[in-house]
Each structure stands twice: as C-alpha cells, then as structure tokens.
C-alpha cells in the first residue's frame, strides 16, 4: 500500500497568513492527489483534485501543487472558515490511502 | 444539488452484524462509482471498499475482506454496506462518496453526512 505523509500535523496560524501544508508519497504517483477539507463534525470535502486543478466552487486562495512523491497545499490569505483539518488522499493505486491529517488552528 | 445521506448506524456487539445504507439523489446514480472510508475516533480516514456504477466491480481493503460487503441498488439510488462479524476496530464514522467517475478513481465528491458505528460489548 502506499503510505501518505503529511507535515506538519498541526499548525498555528493568524487570518490572512499564508500557509503551506506538504504531503509526501511513500512511492510516485504521479499527479494522482487529492486534497480535503474537513470542519468539526462534519464530512470531508473536495479541494483540490489530480494535484493542482480547484474543485468547482472552491476559493481561489486554494492552490496545490507537485507529481511523483512530494506536494503542497497552499492557502494565500488566511480566511476565518479555513480554520479545519486538512487531508491529503492519492488515487494512484487501489487502496486509496490518506495523509494522517493537519489540524490548522487559530494563533 | 448531489446529495448522499447515510443511515443504519449504531451500537452492536462485537461478532454482530449491521447494514448501513447510503440513498443518493441530484445525479444520475447508475452512472458513477461509490465508496465507503470510515473516520475512527479522533483518527484519519481510511478508504474501506468501492464499488463500479454497474456493481460489477467491486474493491476492498485487505482488513475487511469477507466481512464488509458493499452492494448497490441502481432502481433505488441506494448503495449499502454489510457489515458482518464486526471487531472493535471497525467503531468509526462511515462515509459513503461519489467517484468523478462510473469506475472507481478515487475523486471523492460529494460525501454523506456519516453514519457512526460503535462496536462494544
């Protein structure tokens, strides 16, 4: 199975701060990467798709980045409703696997 | 809009079993792929079975293979999960997801609200 890593786990940031958040592959999967938004309670949703390309309706201050083993999350200008766990998945290879998940919290 | 919205959850025993059920509206159902990722406790998600939009194809992650079967009714818009001799293990929220596409891809999008299972005795 392929592994997810994602750094850090958890961050501390103020509103309009620019933030990145990396995932790494435990093998190349090209531009197979998907990138989650999950709030307290409720269920993920889609960010970001095959590494770079914005869900409809999504913010533009979301952008993602990278192929093979290493990518990044990257929100320009914080906004108070960004603040949630942030989830990598790639879709390369059955099973799909997770990044353990970055919590970003308010400083 | 796409909607999922899950139902069947709850507590069981371990050993025990539970169906839980996935109805979809707002897409054309027998035309795309389905999954189901489960959230433990205070956990990651983890990508547990998917299924083809005809249901002839149908994947599993190794820990849950001939125990979880996921089936669809494409006359009923409705996907379910067979959850048979339930562990501890399995306590989590289950999700179920629509693919971008009619074979399972992994592009989640929408998700369902969750339905939480709690194996205990």
């Known amino acids: 199975d392929i592994q997810m890593t994602q750094s850090p786990s958890s961050l501390s940031a103020s509103v309009g701060d620019r933030v990145t958040i990396t995932c790494r592959a435990s093998q190349s999967i090209s531009s197979y990467l998907n990138w989650y938004q999950q709030k307290p309670g409720k269920a993920p949703n889609l960010l970001i798709y095959?590494?770079?390309s914005l869900q409809s309706g999504v913010p533009s201050r979301f952008s993602g980045s990278g192929s093979g083993t290493d990518f990044t999350l990257t929100i320009s200008s914080l906004q108070p409703e960004d603040f949630a766990t942030y989830h990598c998945?790639?879709?390369?290879?059955?099973?799909?696997?997770f990044g353990q998940g970055t919590k970003l919290e308010i400083k | 809009e796409e909607q999922l919205l899950e139902s069947g959850g709850g507590l069981v025993q371990p050993g025990g079993s539970l169906r839980l059920s996935c109805a979809a509206s707002?897409?054309?159902?027998?035309?795309?792929?389905l999954s189901w990722v489960r959230q433990a406790p205070g956990k990651g998600l983890e990508w547990v079975a998917g299924?083809?939009?005809?249901?002839?194809?149908?994947y599993y992650i190794d820990s849950v293979k001939g125990r979880l079967t996921v089936s669809r009714d494409n006359s009923k818009n409705t996907l379910y999960l067979q959850m048979n001799t339930l562990r501890a293990d399995d306590t989590a929220i289950y999700y179920c997801a629509k693919d971008g596409f009619s074979n399972v891809r992994g592009w989640f999008d929408p998700w369902g609200q969750g339905a939480l299972v709690t194996v205990s005795s």
């Open positions: 095959a590494a770079s």
């Open positions: 707002g897409f054309t159902f027998s035309g795309y792929a």
């Open positions: 299924i083809s939009g005809s249901g002839g194809t149908i």
């Open positions: 998945q790639q879709s390369y290879s059955i099973p799909y696997t």
